[in-house]
């Protein structure tokens, strides 16, 4: 008889991990093998690898999601994890990620889609939800296509006023708090970021943020400054 997949959990509410742990007890294809709000105790404790699969929340407080899967994956690299959120933000997935975590899944996801996430990753798959995933391939084209040696566009040449919009629209926020923030008109942005498209050949404001950080117009997307944009 095969062995059932082996579930650590590491969920920030109570609730949320108590209705979790039932679940896990109710299965007979995986079975829970702990759970906490950190990883003390658990991680690099002996040379015998706790459980299979890890289910981490996503916006955990008393302890960092990223760093937890850090170091399960530094204790554990056979161990694949799930991380668990409500809306993804772009740059968080790819946080996930590039941690070590294998699959991304919506805390609104019902009992099969879950059970048949655990089973995938546990089998060396990746999995995430089609929002997820078109998410993460977008952001591949985007700089691939940026680093091609075949695309030498010239760096846009962009005014001191439409570079401070493009940070903003990197920062996600909409025309009417853009002009709020640099004291402008509101038909003043939307000419600007009309300009910010044409210079950077693009057709949504995601694609402008992506495409200015590939191309080095604004630093990086840890920079903790970039939306400390004022009037001027």
């Known amino acids: 008889m095969q062995q059932p997949i082996r579930v650590f959990i590491a969920l920030e509410h109570q609730l949320f991990a108590d209705a979790m742990t ?15 709000a950190d990883l003390t105790g658990w991680v690099a404790t002996d040379d015998v690898i706790p459980f299979d699969v890890a289910l981490i929340d996503a916006s955990m407080v008393r302890a960092n999601a990223l760093q937890m899967i850090w170091e399960i994956k530094q204790s554990f690299p056979a161990v694949q ?4 959120g409500i809306e993804p933000r772009e740059e968080d997935v790819l946080r996930f990620i590039e941690a070590g975590a294998s ?24 999995l995430c ?6 998410m993460v391939f977008e952001r591949i084209a985007i700089l691939a296509q940026a680093q091609s040696p075949f695309r030498r566009l010239p760096r846009p040449r962009l005014t001191r006023r439409e570079h401070q919009v493009l940070r903003l629209i990197a920062c996600g926020q909409r025309n009417s708090e853009i002009a709020e923030q ?9 000419r600007h970021v009309s ?7 693009v057709s949504s ?6 495409l200015a950080y590939a191309c080095g117009l604004l630093g990086t997307p840890k920079d903790e400054q970039l939306c400390l944009v004022g009037p001027t």
Do not use: C, M
């Open 205 to 210: 404001r995601r694609e402008a943020g992506q």
């Open 182 to 190: 640099l004291g402008i008109a509101l038909e003043t942005v939307k």
């Open 103 to 126: 699959g991304y899944l919506h805390k609104d996801a019902n009992d099969a889609e879950l059970l048949h996430t655990i089973k995938a990753v546990h089998h060396g798959q990746t």
């Open 22 to 36: 039932a679940w896990l007890y109710r299965q007979n294809a995986v079975a829970f093998a702990g759970g906490a």
């Open 195 to 201: 300009n910010i498209f044409e210079k950077l050949q």
């Open 129 to 134: 939800s089609p929002r997820v995933a078109a």
């Open 81 to 84: 994890v799930v991380v668990l």
